[in-house]
């Protein structure tokens, strides 16, 4: 099956995160990850690997064994099952031939792709794109993954000459609702020396530090009484709650930072004058500084509570996920690392190392062990009706990932 073929199979299967099932716990959210992962599990098991299993939870993993005498590292990929809440509908995926110029998506819902609002496009002139029909996702974040992850194993299959060691697929649910599935993936049955998730953006980009993420729930009591006589009695819990973000750093927000900028983003306030609930998200890929900012949160929180009184504000502070960096042994000279810059540089593929301002399962897989830098799939506009991806980048997606096995092999 073509790697394109591939893809348009897997986007017909809309697997949309449910946000409301996963805060119930259930997993994964939607039973259409399922599914997917069920045809995901028949089609390794057509290509002859070994150790397939699928989970209750939908976690789909297997093995490829090592055809090798050598003592070669072993290396697992991973994608996601499921894709975005921003839209629900069913994907109806098209292939265009792009000339140029705007897109129309959509002829009779005036949906139009405008490249003066996209100017990547023009990056693609006389290419092939798989775009959508403007109601929907594509589904490239992260079906384009699985596509060139599964396009990848094939070749190692249908090619038993070419050397290779363990190769490890790991397929994980409800990466879009806080990286549920790595977060439930046993790492011990994953024997890699180190791993590479396929969920970044255009050709050449890689990435391999994000966020350390951290969450805060700040609490405010106060004590509710009837204005006629509210007075040396109210004390107003909502107006606690601005005064406490008041005194946040000012510029230090998601709107006014960018590239390893870090923030504290006021992200929920809720309640009335008895009670109010403040949740801020957390951000620094500086360790050191993000562990700073906690710290300061909690020194906030202390300072405020020697004024209003012991009862009135407390906090939460819990971590959400760290930077992959982190846990990359010899930093910039680490293997994940140095495969996949030759695997570029081999590929005639500039590599482009960003900083990632979010997370990805990596964060969470590096954590429990297995060092996970990002690669991209090809596609841009994630978690909009305006995703797309160019066919000549799905494909240079698999190659980066046949090339790391046979550097490895190396």
Known sequence: MDIVDRFLRYTKINTTTNREAGAAGIMPSNPVEMELAKLLESELKELGLS????????????????????????????????????QTND????????????????KELNIVMKESEFPELKNYVDDDIIVTDGTSLLGADDKAAIASIMNAVKYFVDNPSVEHGDIIV????DEEQGLRGAKALVASEINADFGYCLDCCGIGEFIYENWNAGDAI????????????????????LLMAHKFISMLPGGEAPEYTENREGYYWVKELSGNSAKTILKLDIREFNEKKYEERMQFL??????????????????????RY???????????????????KEAYKNLGIEPKVIPMRGGYDGAVISEKGIPCPNLFTGA???????????VKSL??????VKEIIKILAK
Not at 77 to 82: G, K, N, R, S, V
Not at 380 to 390: R, V
Request: aromatic residues 8%.
């Open 51 to 86: 150790n397939i299993k699928r989970r209750e939870n939908s976690i789909t993993t297997a093995i490829l064994p090592s055809n090798s005498s050598k003592k070669i590292p072993s290396v697992a990929f991973f994608a996601h099952l499921d894709t975005s809440a921003e």
């Open 91 to 106: 994907t109806k995926a098209q292939i265009i031939t792009y000339k140029g110029g705007d897109i129309t998506l959509n």
């Open 170 to 173: 790991g397929f994980l649910p």
């Open 218 to 237: 700040v609490t405010f009591t106060g004590q509710s009484a009837h204005p006629m006589n509210a007075k040396g009695k109210l004390i107003n819990s």
């Open 298 to 319: 909690q020194d906030l929180t202390d300072a405020c509570a020697k004024l209003w009184g012991e009862n009135r504000v407390t906090i939460k502070l819990a971590d």
């Open 322 to 340: 760290k930077n992959v960096f982190n846990y990359l042994k010899d930093g910039e000279n680490s293997l994940p690392i140095q495969a996949a």
């Open 380 to 390: 841009h506009n994630f978690h909009s009706i305006y995703e797309y991806l160019p």
């Open 395 to 400: 494909r240079a997606s698999s190659d980066v």
